[in-house]
């Protein structure tokens, strides 16, 4: 596995429950700030091990099309630690929204 994929694994794990971050976000916390795409491939592949439900677009959709991880799943957990998701998978990202601490990104 490379280094940013674990970069990228670390950083979501750290996401509290209730909170949702962009995938631009991770990837620029984890040094590759054009890389969103690839933080969703990651989560694709290695989601298991992480909270990969609380990783949105930046625009406040879940926007998953992953047969195995899909967007109703995505929007059931989310539910599930209180994120209220719109029936059109829109989540407000200002009010859920986490900054990690030491970056403030």
């Known amino acids: 596995m490379s280094k940013f994929s674990e970069d990228v694994l ?3 794990k750290q996401i509290p429950s ?12 984890a040094g590759h700030p054009r890389a969103a ?4 491939c990651i989560l694709h592949f290695h989601g298991e091990e992480v909270p990969w439900w609380r990783v949105i677009n930046n625009a406040g959709r879940i926007s998953t099309k992953c047969i195995e991880h899909n967007a ?17 998978l829109s989540v407000d990202i200002a009010f859920y929204r986490w900054y990690f601490p030491e970056t403030g990104s």
């Not at 209730?18 to 916390?29: I, P």
């Not at 795409?37 to 969703?40: F, M, P």
């Not at 599930?80 to 719109?86: H, N, S």
């Open 10 to 12: 670390t950083i979501v």
């Open 18 to 29: 209730g909170k949702v971050v962009s995938y631009g976000q991770v990837a620029l916390l």
């Open 37 to 40: 795409r690839q933080v969703g």
């Open 72 to 88: 109703d799943l995505q929007r059931e957990f989310l539910r599930e630690e209180e994120v209220e998701v719109g029936e059109d």
